[in-house]
């Protein structure tokens, strides 16, 4: 059955939907816990804290937070595979263009490639940035998330690679929610507005979630 | 009206091809766009060039044989096939870029002519019912509830023509494989072969080196005969249950 799935396009569709989603889930809880640095130093860090501990004592410290990373690296891997074979193979599908060309398709939907790669290139730079403190501005020190995010939105390149990705992760949510429902078959004529609704609504929410911390930074709310 | 039209003109399968332009002159607005192309090639041949070559049977928007794409529009500015497109679409003094459907799986074999046989190997690869044949069997022997034939009878619509894999960004023939999937799968005549149909005919598309799916819609709005984009969705859905069927056994 992985063979079916892997061989076909529809197939590869649905691995793109389901690593989508995947990372879409972990999104809306990332964004909800990015929110807490406006209650201040210690409940933001002692949140970063308690991600390491959750499910103790079944779970040793940190094993649930690994858990995680592995399945997101797995469905980022995924995605992104899946994403280059399938732009390849529709490129080779159609390799002479029109004389005559036309504006075709909505804006997220055009953007859907080039904005994932701004999303996997913004990947790497976030989790050297902000997990490993790799390139990191400021003195990085694991354990204190609150000073370092205050540190990353300090600089005017931490703020525009930040901003640029978020509006490039809206609009690729915008159109990859829905086309997620309609690779699983669960798009209907009575749903389509609801679906495109509930789109719009995740789109806009995780963007402004996520923007809301560097302006934070910016406006001296977060210090 | 007077017309500019540029053409693509190009000699064999393997030969270069370029644009052409031609001036024609004394259209009326009532004929249809193939009969415009009827005028022009009338006066090639008296001025001995060679014709331009397209594709048509009908001309009654049925066979699905018609296949231009003209100002960079499958089937043109009008939802119906390019012969049923009046040229009263147009204005006098227009100039109109005349191409051929545009993907790897329907190669051009002359001027605006391409090959479709890559969808009659899809239809081969199950899209017909296996049933006795002989005279036609008594209509209600095998009930069908309305919503259900209404739903195979709107995807039994398609005519074939191409025009989704033209207008699509990815040269998918998503469109016109959903459409043969629905019509059949949701009748208890296609239902002995529900899961093998959508796989096999899934996989011969991809074999013909089609493109994927990308949701763009450009498919959906070049379709003369209206199959929506939702049938996509439709056929993803049967897949996925043929899949996991197949798993299973
Ligand atoms: C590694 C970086 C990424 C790359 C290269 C990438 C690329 C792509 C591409 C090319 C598509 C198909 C576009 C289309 O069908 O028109 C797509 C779809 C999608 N992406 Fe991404 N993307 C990335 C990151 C993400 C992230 C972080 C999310 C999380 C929200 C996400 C969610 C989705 C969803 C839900 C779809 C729809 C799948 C479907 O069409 O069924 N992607 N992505
Ligand atoms: S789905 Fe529409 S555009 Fe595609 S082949 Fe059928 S009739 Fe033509
Ligand atoms: S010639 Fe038959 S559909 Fe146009």
Redesign the interface.
């Known amino acids: 059955?992985a063979r079916?799935?892997w061989?076909?396009?529809?197939?590869?569709?649905?691995v793109m939907a389901v690593s989508g989603l995947v990372m879409l889930l972990y999104l809306v809880a990332h964004m909800i816990g990015n929110l807490k640095i406006f209650f201040g130093t210690e409940e933001f860090n002692h949140y970063a804290h308690w991600l390491r501990t959750v499910g103790e004592p079944f779970m040793h410290y940190e094993w649930t937070l690994w858990l995680i990373r592995v399945v997101l690296v797995v469905a980022v891997v995924a995605h992104a595979v899946s994403a280059y074979q399938?732009s390849r193979?529709?490129?080779?599908?159609?390799?002479?263009?029109?004389?005559?060309?036309?504006r075709?398709?909505s804006y997220a939907?055009?953007t859907?490639r080039w904005g994932g790669v701004i999303l996997g290139l913004f990947i790497v730079w976030h989790v050297l940035d902000l997990t490993t403190g790799t390139v990191h501005s400021g003195g990085f020190e694991s354990g204190k998330p609150y000073q370092n995010v205050v540190d990353t939105f300090s600089t005017w390149y931490g703020n525009v690679i930040y901003l640029v990705a978020m509006l490039a992760l809206g609009l690729h949510i915008r159109?990859g929610f829905?086309?997620a429902?309609?690779?699983?078959?669960?798009?209907?004529?009575t749903r389509?507005r609801a679906l495109k609704t509930t789109a719009n609504i995740l789109a806009l929410l995780l963007t402004i979630g996520f923007v809301a911390v560097p302006v934070g930074v910016m406006t001296g709310v977060v210090s | 009206m007077k017309l500019t039209l540029?053409v693509?003109r190009q000699q064999s399968a393997d030969a270069e091809g370029a644009?052409s332009t031609y001036e024609v002159d004394g259209i009326s607005q009532d004929m249809s766009f193939l009969e415009m192309l009827d005028t022009l090639n009338e006066e090639l041949i008296l001025k001995g060039e060679d014709p331009v070559a397209f594709d048509h049977d009908c001309r009654e928007g049925i066979c699905g044989a018609c296949s231009l794409?003209i100002?960079?529009?499958a089937h043109g500015p009008e939802r119906t096939t390019t012969c049923q497109l009046h040229m009263r679409s147009f204005r006098d003094g227009d100039t109109i870029?005349i191409?051929p459907w545009?993907?790897?799986?329907f190669p051009v074999v002359k001027d605006l002519v391409v090959d479709r046989s890559a969808f009659d190997r899809i239809i081969e690869a199950g899209g017909y019912i296996t049933a006795p044949t002989g005279a036609a069997p008594e209509a209600h022997a095998t009930p069908v509830p309305k919503p259900d034939a209404d739903l195979a009878f709107e995807h039994a619509e398609c005519i074939g023509c191409g025009a989704c894999v033209a207008a699509?960004?990815?040269?998918?023939a998503m469109l016109f494989t959903s459409a043969k999937v629905n019509h059949l799968n949701v009748l208890p005549q296609g239902a002995p072969e529900r899961e093998t149909r959508v796989?096999d005919m899934?996989?011969q598309?991809?074999a013909e080196?089609?493109?994927?799916?990308?949701?763009?819609?450009?498919c959906a709005t070049a379709c003369p005969k209206g199959i929506?984009?939702?049938s996509?969705?439709?056929?993803?859905?049967?897949?996925?249950?043929a899949?996991?069927r197949?798993?299973k056994r």
């Open positions: 059955m079916t799935v061989d076909s396009t529809v197939g590869k569709k649905t399938l193979r529709d490129i080779r599908a159609r390799p002479s263009k029109y004389v005559h060309k036309k075709r398709a939907t055009r859907m159109h829905w086309s429902a309609q690779t699983l078959g669960a798009g209907s004529r389509d | 540029r693509w644009m794409v100002n960079g529009d870029d191409e545009r993907a790897s799986a699509c960004p990815n040269g998918a796989l899934v996989g598309m991809d080196g089609f493109g994927g799916c990308t949701l763009a819609g450009e929506p984009l939702v996509i969705t439709g056929m993803n859905k049967e897949w996925l249950r899949t996991r197949a798993a």
